[in-house]
């Protein structure tokens, strides 16, 4: 599975920005419907932390308690496509954020996705 992420930018503090990742490919044996879809972020000089994801046969949702609120994962099954659709930023959220693809778990953690999009960056500030 190739992903390809893409809608970081320069906003405001309190903006909006939407994130895309759309996917590509398979693998032998799975579907998109056996995936988990996860976004981390990491900013620099840190870690890459966990911000949320979504399951992709019944769209349940888990965020990390920083953005729990302020940003909702969704997704688009015809396209193949989630997005992470981002309110109130603040300067804390610049990082650049990365989409995932797994099949295992924890998905809470980035030891639980098989699949890495390339990172796009998102910068708050005024």
């Known amino acids: 599975v190739q992903l390809q992420a893409s809608g970081g930018g320069l906003v405001q503090p309190g903006g909006s920005l939407r994130l895309s990742c759309a996917a590509s490919?398979?693998?032998?044996?799975?579907?998109?419907?056996?995936?988990?879809i996860g976004w981390f972020r990491q900013a620099p000089e840190k870690e890459r932390e966990f911000v949320g994801y979504?399951?992709?046969?019944?769209?349940?949702?888990v965020y990390a308690d920083s953005v729990k609120g302020r940003f909702t994962a969704s997704k688009d099954n015809a396209k193949k496509t989630w997005y992470l659709q981002m309110n109130s930023l603040k300067p804390d959220d610049t990082a650049v954020y990365y989409c995932?693809?797994?099949?295992?778990?924890?998905?809470?953690?980035?030891?639980?996705?098989?699949?890495w999009g390339q990172g796009t960056l998102v910068t708050v500030s005024s």
């Open positions: 979504i399951t992709w046969n019944v769209g349940s949702t």
């Open positions: 490919g398979s693998t032998s044996g799975d579907t998109l419907a056996d995936y988990a």
């Open positions: 995932a693809a797994g099949t295992s778990g924890p998905y809470d953690h980035s030891i639980g996705y098989r699949y």
